[in-house]
């Protein structure tokens, strides 16, 4: 798992071209962007992709942006060769992962693959179609859930930076010990007034 902090920079990206290294990140989501339509212009003109960008954090930088790059959903209902609906029989694998993450989760993702542009850095989902051995996966950590060793204690830092820094939470979820929701605190640990 590689700390947001020790990505490589984008020189070195631009050194290493054409390969493209792939990393693990261990974060928290600060936000996800509505997914929007391109249409590609070089390696399938006129074909069209939806992109969902996720912006990560954790205990050693902020605002890392990773893109997922989707069929549309339009496209996954069409029936295949094989007599069944798109790949998989309706939407794809990726983006129903996508779908269940809330802001202020903690998230594994692997095989990211980095990409410089411009001089930054960001990641980007690596498809089945690219490579069926090594697609980019999502695995959220729900709360109290136990991990040993390193990763745990990882989790622990992300989570801990997440409720002080991004709030969020799964609806229904609250902090130890108390009866309000997560991200309803002040940071003195008293409770905000409730809105009007």
């Not at 792939?22 to 996800?32: D, E, F, M, P």
């Not at 069209?48 to 605002?63: F, Y």
């Not at 069929?71 to 029989?89: K, L, M, W, Y």
């Not at 991004?166 to 108390?178: I, M, P």
Request: charged letters at 25%; hydrophobic letters at 35%.
């Amino acid at each position: 798992i590689t700390p947001l902090s020790h990505l490589p920079t984008a020189r070195t990206l631009q050194v290493l071209h054409p390969q493209t290294p792939t990393v693990n990140l261990l974060a928290s989501i600060i936000s996800i962007q509505p997914p929007r339509t391109v249409s590609l212009r070089r390696y399938q003109p006129g074909k069209t992709m939806e992109i969902v960008e996720l912006i990560l954090g954790d205990d050693t930088r902020a605002g890392f942006g990773v893109s997922f790059w989707l069929d549309p959903i339009d496209s996954q209902a069409r029936p295949t060769s094989r007599g069944g609906a798109g790949a998989g029989g309706g939407k794809d694998e990726m983006r129903v992962q996508l779908e269940v993450l809330r802001r202020g989760d903690v998230v594994l993702f692997t095989n990211v693959a980095l990409k410089e542009w411009k001089g930054n850095v960001f990641g980007q989902s690596l498809g089945r179609k690219i490579t069926t051995k090594n697609a980019t996966t999502v695995w959220v950590f729900k709360e109290g859930e136990e991990v040993d060793g390193e990763v745990g204690r990882k989790i622990g830092r992300v989570r801990e930076w997440a409720r002080k820094f991004v709030g969020g939470g799964r609806e229904g979820e609250c902090e130890e010990g108390t009866k309000a929701p997560l991200g309803k605190r002040k940071r003195d640990g008293s409770l905000l007034p409730p809105e009007t």
